[in-house]
């Protein structure tokens, strides 16, 4: 997935950071599997008395066919409207502000959040309050038509900027026929036609107690958040497994490389190289070699990045590895010239064809990215809702299993590992190119898709 903070004043605390990483994580992390399939899952910090409450359901754009391409975002904008215990909105809002509640949700591919921050004496009724949104929403036509256009905002706020055309061109290539299923934003004319139908459809199918887990973190205690999940959520009638009924249509791989270009009023030009990375369920060990390959890439002093923007050809290059179970995009993106394009793209793949050579990577390169990573984790146990949304997220696409020894696993990596890794999936593997660029840049210099595709090489 992606990490953060820098690499020098930390440094002394590991190898202990890393070396204790899945025991304070077993410590820290309690579990609970109730009958119906509910997971409920604690997090300890009696730091400040604040908790934080969510619910994290296997939905999300993985899950879309064209005709509901956007609609597990619309339900999420329906999960804090009306329901059969708060049957209006200022009900509903009015019982928010009685918890003394901050509620959000997010959507992304693989799945779908809502949790509330509040005061640790209000979680029993912060339960409640999620339990009434899961289990028996009401779909009013009146605020489905309303939110309706609040998504449409959304959807209107991202076409205007110009990255947007640049991704949404490169996505349906690189996904092709199960597009839909990495769409999150979805298609504007199947949200303008949503139906209190389809939004039960998707609560049938998906919002069911064993494709869902409770999380609380905080300041709380577990045994009680295990009995008030109980006896809140416990009798919440298990459904049919929703991946059985209708399994995730993957993405047909990639059989040869394209690119796109798209023009819009920008100063710059930006291209990005996109491929078909790991799944996390089926080649988990190459999801940790592809965490450290990209962090090594990124730092100031890798090959890459002196060859490549030390050498003026490009401001700035990022390389990155999405975590999915349903394969995760690799992409490399940076900012360039007109002038400099095509030299740019044929260094950059100069570069690409030397990942798997023998020094390309060091050891020495590696240590502090593992590190980092190690480091990151440990801090984010700190924040009781951000590390509610990382669980939540982890549990989603991969496991907690897969979390917990995430640490372990990723600071085995070698560099024989980053070189398969590159290997396996990126050198002389189909990709998808996009440039973005202004109609002026693109007349100037008289690039086309098919020359992108094709004919620019090292």
Known sequence: MRAALGVSWWCALLPAAVAGQRAELERTIHRQLLANGLEVIVVENHGVPLATVEVDVKNGAFTQTPEFAGLAHMYEHMFFKAN??????ETFLD?????????????QEERVNYFLTLPADSVAGGIAFLAAALRAPLFRPDELEREKRVVIGEYDRNESNPCFRLTTAVDQKLWSTAYSRKNTLGDRNVILSVTPAKMKAIQQAYYVPNNSALIVSGDVSPPKIFALAQQLLGDWPRGADPFVASPVFE??????????????PIGTVLVVMQWHGPSVGRDPQATYAADVFSDVL??????????????????????????LNHVGPITISGETTPDSLRR??????????????????????LAPMKQ????????????????????????????????MGYVDNMAKQTTEDLRRYARSYIIGKPKITGVLLSAAAR????????????????
């Open 443 to 458: 007349q100037a210099i008289q690039v086309t898709s098919d020359e992108l595709a094709h004919r620019i090489r090292p």
């Open 298 to 323: 990124n730092q100031p002093g890798s090959k890459l990045q002196r060859a490549l923007v030390d050498g003026g050809l490009f401001q700035s290059l990022t390389v990155n590895y999405y975590t």
């Open 95 to 107: 019982r928010a502000g009685e918890l003394g509640a901050v509620f959000n949700g997010t959507t």
């Open 251 to 264: 993405p047909p791989p990639l059989t040869s490389d394209d690119a796109v270009l798209v023009e819009q």
């Open 84 to 89: 059969e215990r708060y049957p209006d909105p």
């Open 344 to 365: 740019a793209i044929a260094a950059l793949e100069h570069e690409i064809s030397r990942f798997a050579e023998p020094g390309y990577f060091t050891a020495a390169e």
């Open 372 to 403: 980092q990573r190690a480091v990151g984790t440990t801090f984010g146990l700190e924040r009781s809702s951000g590390f509610a949304h990382q669980l939540g997220f982890w549990w989603s696409v991969a496991s907690l299993e897969y979390y």
